[in-house]
């Protein structure tokens, strides 16, 4: 396997780069991503591309593993390495959706269990504000039928998944994950991570039962400062 | 950024600036503060003044980082540094209650699914014996109507949020966390902790099913000596 | 504060000093034992006697922490060292029961729920075969009446634990945590643990509904190695 | 006890020594294995024999602990050494099973409830696909009658848990654990993880409420790649 030099990446901030792999990693540290899901950026040197590591696990991967995609998600830059096989979520969501320029996908645990049963996940508290009344659950069913294989293969999927994702932030994909998307990295990996403590705190109130009072129409728009966590994460796992 | 040299602090003892950071520390460690929360501690030289971190991650924290608040929770000496937005929180406490010392805001985990469902968080062992008959929850739409950002962001809420503390110890923030005061930081540190092990435990036994037999009123009484606990957790974060 | 040197144990079997420290730490690194509770075993030396740490948080403690107590738990050679209050529990249970040789009062936290709703805790998998048929809740008010304190502070709430525990392994103690006997140390450390894990499975079991299929008294009678557990675990804290 | 040299394996890849402690100390630290359980794998060299750990906790195991055992489970070159008593199990599932090249039995936490409850555990996202409709549940009473001891202590009771794992990958233990079998010891070690990955989902959506949408029979076909999860479990638990 040919691993590309660093001066392929001449042009590249090299902080995009770090903060690519910390953005790995931190998801990993916090239980939402683990041996699969991936994460991307728009290319901040051409907005009809994208960056993502080659097909490892999150927690491992370092600068070197990055890969320049165009927006029909094939590989630029490959140089023999492998490639995610659902790289069309990213892909997909980047070309409808010019306000986006990073997505996570992953298979957050507690998030699954809101994909298969029937109460929407919402925002409980105020760090889930983003989840607005409720998120939308793609079925793959519905796009590639009962025969299906669960994954987003093809484009055509990419599409219909960035089409039930709409204007929102969170995606859930029926027995499988979700996705996330913002505007920027530091957004993104805080709404991945917050999707996954709202639906935390949304599992223990069904478990106390009675009517749970969401955050209202108002709330759900508050602004959040994502510096902090964004800083005490990348101490967290190290990273520079 | 400025930082102020140690020497602005000549006349502060120091073990209690260590402890400031310790309690920042032991709470992040136990889980009950993330990226975000805060601890204060009334200044012992100024009844009229108190003191907190810059704002930065509470597992980040050192000595250096603390800056000296009035009551009306302006800062005296940030130099330039970030404060909290939500200082007024502890300000007001210390204006309502002047036997309260110490005072913890964090997003307790277990706690938030209590403060947006029916059934109060109330003491369920001796160790939780603080949260008396159950706890309130103060409801910012009270006070800043239906369009409020869901922080406590003025004096006004500040003062809200402590006249819904009254005399107890812990109150609750709907769809946020709560807010712990005690007559000494040790003591708000093990209240933080242990209303967090209590919502854990009330929510175990609700999914039990059945009544459940909670502290009586004179259970509810218990002295509590808090110095084993945290001896331990200064020896977990490695505290002096 | 005096420490006795070592030599003060001269005629101690020092693996028996070694295994009490073990225990303790075990304890705390597998969630059963936190700041508080406590771990004994009945004196080698002398049935009439038994070994406790002074009074600190269980992961904390070192060989050189070891009191010898009496039967009636006054503390033969403490030298000023701060005792557990509720050390009770141990002589109480040791005076009641000479095939107990080992006992310990934990918190353990999936078990309090258990303490205070209706459903007994009880067999539900192998490993939890001594937990019989369900457990007996021991219920302070019972004794002390309703203005009591929780905690097992005299003989007399000692002694009536102690006749609570009866035959058993396991008593439960109402919004407190449990006392586990056993003829030995490991076991006892074995069934502290498993207790607890006991607890969770049959929390989660309830939380699936239906009938749980618990063993039955031919099971509950499952002769039980503790060897294994005991030599990893002690791997894990580093014991000797 | 007699520690046989190392050159007693000169003909057994090396690799597959070094994977089989692997897949021990993976399975011991994503919790699928606490100080009990076993893995195998059948003997690449000979396909009536397989090789096993002495009975020792898995997360404590090394190269040095492999043992043969015959499809009788005999073993071949025990020189003494402790084997697991419930070594049947694996003997048992490599005699009805020529497609099966691993074996992990375990007392994965989250699964025991389904072994005792009344609702099958089923393929609730895409990992656990191989889960299918629902697996089986061995009842060892039907075979060994109420006065049983828990264990697969003969050949007897491991055909008959062989039997009733059928040609599938998964069969529960009622009030004890589980076996997995597959066709390498990779896919194994996945599906053991992921089963327990999959009850977790099953239950927080049962505790949501309402019908869960399982996979359909065609997503449980989905064929699975696991070389991605175990090269990071290899680099997790530090092994080459």
């Keep these: 396997m040919t691993v590309p030099n660093m001066s392929d990446y001449d ?7 770090r903060d690519l792999v910390a953005a790995n990693h931190i998801l990993a540290a916090n239980g939402v991503l683990d041996s699969f899901g991936h994460v991307s950026v728009r290319d901040p040197r051409n ?7 080659q097909a490892i696990a999150p927690r491992d991967v370092t600068v070197g593993d990055i890969i320049t995609f165009d927006l029909d998600s094939k590989a630029i830059d490959a140089n023999g390495r492998p490639v995610y096989r659902e790289r069309f979520i990213h892909g997909e969501i980047y070309k409808k959706r010019p306000d986006v320029n990073a997505v996570v996908h992953s298979h957050s645990p507690t998030i699954i269990p809101f ?10 508290f105020h760090n889930g504000h983003f989840l607005g009344q409720g998120v939308p659950v793609w079925e793959i069913r519905e796009f590639a039928g009962e025969q299906n294989n669960m994954l987003v293969l093809s484009h055509e999927l990419g599409k219909s998944l960035a089409e039930a994702l709409g204007q929102g932030s969170v995606v859930l994909m029926r027995g499988h994950g979700n996705a996330v998307a913002s505007p920027d990295l530091k957004t993104t990996v805080f709404r991945a991570i917050y999707t996954e403590v709202n639906a935390k705190l949304q599992l223990q109130a069904t478990a106390l039962g009675g009517p749970i009072n969401f955050l209202n129409e108002y709330e759900q728009l508050k602004a959040q400062n994502v510096d902090r966590p964004w800083a005490t994460w990348k101490k967290q796992v190290g990273a520079s």
């Design 11 to 17: 042009d590249l901030d090299p902080q995009i780069a």
């Design 47 to 53: 907005p009809e591309r994208y960056l993502q590591m």
């Design 115 to 124: 994909s298969v049963t029937q109460k929407p996940l919402r925002a409980i």
